[in-house]
């Protein structure tokens, strides 16, 4: 399943054009807000896709029948680009067990070729929950797919949703071959990758965006 959220009316393309534009982007404090606000409208909609219980609540007046989630939800992100994003999701679901994922691209600029370093993984056992993998940028695609592969080594999630505030098309292709059992949920989808492997006309470092040039 592809869900692709600029192909729908909803605020979340204001969200995305503000992301986006270079002249906002020099406030850092409100490019992570705005990819916080972003993961938690994403995080929204895809709540109505999860399966939820009855439940009776004593009200001071008498009892009301609700509906909790009955899904045990973990959230991957991988550092540290999608710390913001995934902020956003957290406060939707705040009873959800966590994953951090440190993996950074390398470049050989001779061959413009891009590799993937993983150093670093804490996570909770995966068995029967619902993975959400949380990444701001789907570029290559090959960081996201080295850190799920190396989730479900330790164990198997029942399902797994891939959540992306903006995704090039040659990412998306290549995560949809590599883990064909994923729902893809994508903010905005652009056409290509330049000589870099950066979207364009993307956004730019997310990572460096929210907290400053690394060396």
């Given at each position: ?33 705005n990819l916080e606000k972003l993961g938690y409208f994403m995080a929204y909609e895809l709540s109505k896709t999860f399966k939820y219980e009855c439940i009776s609540v004593e009200t001071p007046l008498g009892v009301s029948k609700s509906q909790v989630l009955e899904e045990q939800v973990v959230l991957a992100t991988i550092l540290r680009a999608g710390l913001p994003f995934y ?129």
């Amino acid at each position: 399943m592809e869900y692709i959220f600029s192909e729908h009316t909803s605020i979340v393309n204001q969200i995305m054009a503000e992301l986006r534009d270079k002249e906002i982007q020099k406030d850092r404090f409100r490019f992570r807000q705005n990819l916080e606000k972003l993961g938690y409208f994403m995080a929204y909609e895809l709540s109505k896709t999860f399966k939820y219980e009855c439940i009776s609540v004593e009200t001071p007046l008498g009892v009301s029948k609700s509906q909790v989630l009955e899904e045990q939800v973990v959230l991957a992100t991988i550092l540290r680009a999608g710390l913001p994003f995934y902020q956003g999701f957290i406060k939707v679901f705040e009873k959800a067990e966590s994953a951090f994922i440190g993996a950074y691209r390398v470049e050989n600029k001779d061959n413009v070729e891009v590799t993937v370093n993983m150093e670093y993984m804490a996570a909770p056992d995966l068995t029967d929950k619902t993975l959400i993998i949380i990444d701001p940028m789907l570029a290559t695609g090959k960081s996201l797919v080295k850190a799920y592969k190396a989730l479900i080594k330790r164990s198997q999630p029942k399902k797994t949703h891939i959540m992306i505030a903006i995704g090039s098309k040659p990412g998306r292709d290549y995560v949809i071959q590599q883990i064909s059992n994923g729902n893809l949920w994508i903010g905005d989808l652009d056409d290509i990758l330049n000589k870099d492997a950066y979207i364009v006309p993307g956004l730019g470092d997310a990572g460096d965006l929210s907290f400053g040039a690394k060396i």
